[in-house]
């Protein structure tokens, strides 16, 4: 008998597997140790009075959405990344006081089991504004 198609087949799916880890590289890249620190592209000293005038605070216009969707995005990738890697202090000014004490227990549960957590974050599909509220007490910004 001759089988030499299966010896095809298994070079025929070496090849599908090579391709597929390929694209999968392409796509998702790898680790080079000179990655960007999420951390410092988000802006803690932002001065609202600068940079939007009164009539614009009533006002939520489309460049104002972009605006703010973008910095959300930012500060999602912080946060996560941040928890992630066990650094609560970089985002203490992002959480309120109850989400900082769980990621702080989540933390701290997960260094006395002698977890570690590895996280890939690789992007946001899609943010979107449902619904926004305008705050009627007066505070000095």
């Known amino acids: 008998m001759n ?4 010896y095809i087949d298994i070079i025929l799916l070496a090849m599908i597997a090579g391709f597929i880890f390929l694209r999968l590289r392409g796509i998702l890249g790898k680790k080079t140790g000179h990655e960007e620190d999420m ?17 614009e605070i009533y006002e ?3 460049e104002a959405k972009k605006e703010f969707l973008n910095g959300a995005k930012v500060a999602y990738e912080t946060i996560i990344t941040s928890f992630a ?3 609560l202090s970089e985002i203490k000014s992002l959480l309120n006081n109850d989400v900082y ?3 702080n227990e989540a933390i701290t ?5 002698q977890h570690k957590n590895e996280t890939t974050f690789i992007g946001i599909n899609s943010a979107e504004i449902k619904n926004h509220n305008q705050n009627k007490k007066k505070e000095k910004c």
Do not use: L
């Open 109 to 113: 549960e997960r260094s006395s089991k």
């Open 85 to 87: 890697n066990g650094k």
């Open 60 to 62: 939520f216009d489309e």
């Open 39 to 55: 951390a410092s592209n988000f802006s803690h000293d932002f001065d609202f009075k600068k940079t939007v005038k009164k009539k």
């Open 101 to 103: 004490k769980s990621f």
């Open 3 to 6: 089988y030499s198609f299966e």
